[in-house]
């Protein structure tokens, strides 16, 4: 029992640091909701690396080409000329109706050979901008921006400390279970963005960064040999000092129904990247899952089986309960705060809701498992399959037509 009271305390105690971070993550959505920035809205280039056709890529590319600024192009860049999502692109922009619609240009980068696809891919199309371009935006097919989604991510770059905007993914569910629980396991890293922009990450999905930046700081020589755009983009920031401005605005909501295999798949990829580009927030995710599942987990062991024995079982069960409700009071705060920015209704329905008051502890498991699965260094993205040796050196061991 002492020992499961220290492990309880334990959880307890990480409950309420998560908790404090919930509250953190709302107050600065809400304040940042409220904020006026300069207008600012010179040429940019937007890149959109495509691998395959995603749910909803029609949707998607259409919302784009739909946004609300005044000069922009967009670059999409595929390894393959019969890419089948080229074909989806192309259908998009004929059946696109607004009259100043922004130039799209295709260039197909070849296959990779030392490096990820989506990172040669983007090597291969910054070359490729206009000259008059002053900054480069990246976005991922399986994101659905609003219509001012670009008008908010260049906006912060007016001022020029700031190395990077940078918004993030939001799983909006379809389907079961495996669909709710990948959107609750990604919700913990959403929140993990806020006012500190020294400990702000890129997500290479939604992020925005001024040319001159990405250029003196030799982004894309530094892509070379890597498999991750955004974790590589965001060391070459903080290794120069510059902020990296995370944007409320610029939740992208992501509609995709998953399986359990497609979630694990998912999950288990992004810690084995994380354990390769940063090995300190693995080994963090990996103790903390490990110390909350010992507490919460083997707590209702522990109730169960003093419950068969007929002894008593009030104190671990009030502890469990205690643990459960700080849980389900930051995911509710998070939940809301995000309800701001996203209008789907699929936000505010009760299954969603109960999905992110109940699955967070599932959540917890499944991060333990991916941390653990990370020992393997081997991914597959995009039908490609990946030894990671290091942060620099990438080795392609399979490619899939």
């Not at 090995?279 to 003093?306: C, D, N, Q």
């Not at 069960?317 to 809301?336: D, E, N, Q, T, Y």
Request: glycine share 6%; hydrophobic share 45%; with cysteine.
């Amino acid at each position: 029992m002492w020992a499961y009271y220290f492990l309880a305390a334990i959880s307890i105690w990480l409950g309420l640091s998560s908790l404090r971070g919930g509250l953190r993550f709302a107050r600065y959505l809400h304040a940042e909701l409220k904020q006026e920035y300069p207008e600012f809205t010179p040429f940019v280039t937007v890149f959109v690396p495509c691998r395959g056709t995603d749910a909803g890529l029609s949707e998607n590319f259409t919302a784009i080409l739909a946004q609300d600024y005044p000069a922009f192009e967009i670059i999409v860049v595929s390894d393959r000329a019969d890419d089948e999502a080229l074909a989806v692109v192309a259908e998009a922009r004929r059946s696109f109706e607004k009259q100043d619609s922004p130039l799209v240009r295709v260039v197909i980068a070849g296959a990779a050979t030392g490096s990820g696809q989506k990172v040669h891919n983007l090597r291969f199309a910054v070359a490729e901008a206009d000259p008059q371009s002053a900054v480069f935006v990246f976005v991922d097919t399986d994101a659905r921006p609003s219509n001012r989604w670009l008008r908010s991510l260049v906006a912060p770059l007016s001022d020029e400390s700031i190395g990077a905007a940078t918004g993030y993914r939001w799983f909006v569910a379809r389907g079961g279970t495996a669909a709710h629980l990948r959107s609750v396991w990604n919700a913990s890293i959403a929140s993990a963005l806020g006012a500190q922009r020294d400990k702000n990450f890129c997500w290479g999905g939604s992020t925005a960064i001024r040319r001159e930046t990405f250029e003196r700081l030799k982004v894309a020589e530094r892509w070379r040999g890597t498999v991750s755009d955004d974790f590589t983009l965001t060391r070459v920031l903080h290794d120069a000092a510059l902020p990296i401005k995370f944007v409320p605005q610029c939740l992208t909501p992501s509609f995709e129904g998953c399986s359990f295999h497609e979630l694990i798949e998912f999950t288990t990829r992004q810690l084995k990247i994380t354990r390769a580009y940063a090995p300190h927030l693995w080994k963090a995710v990996l103790t903390g899952s490990l110390l909350f599942g010992l507490g919460f987990f083997g707590g209702i062991v522990l109730v169960a089986e003093r419950a068969t024995m007929g002894l008593s079982f009030a104190a671990p069960l009030i502890l469990l309960l205690v643990i459960f409700a700080l849980g389900m009071m930051k995911s509710h705060l998070r939940l809301r705060a995000v309800r701001l920015v996203i209008a789907d209704r699929r936000l505010r329905s009760f299954t969603t809701t109960l999905a992110h008051l109940t699955l967070w502890p599932m959540a917890s498991l499944l991060f333990l498992g991916n941390a653990l699965a990370a020992i393997s260094r081997r991914i597959t993205w995009r039908g490609i399959t990946y030894e990671l040796k290091s942060s620099t050196e990438t080795v392609i061991i399979r490619r899939e037509s």
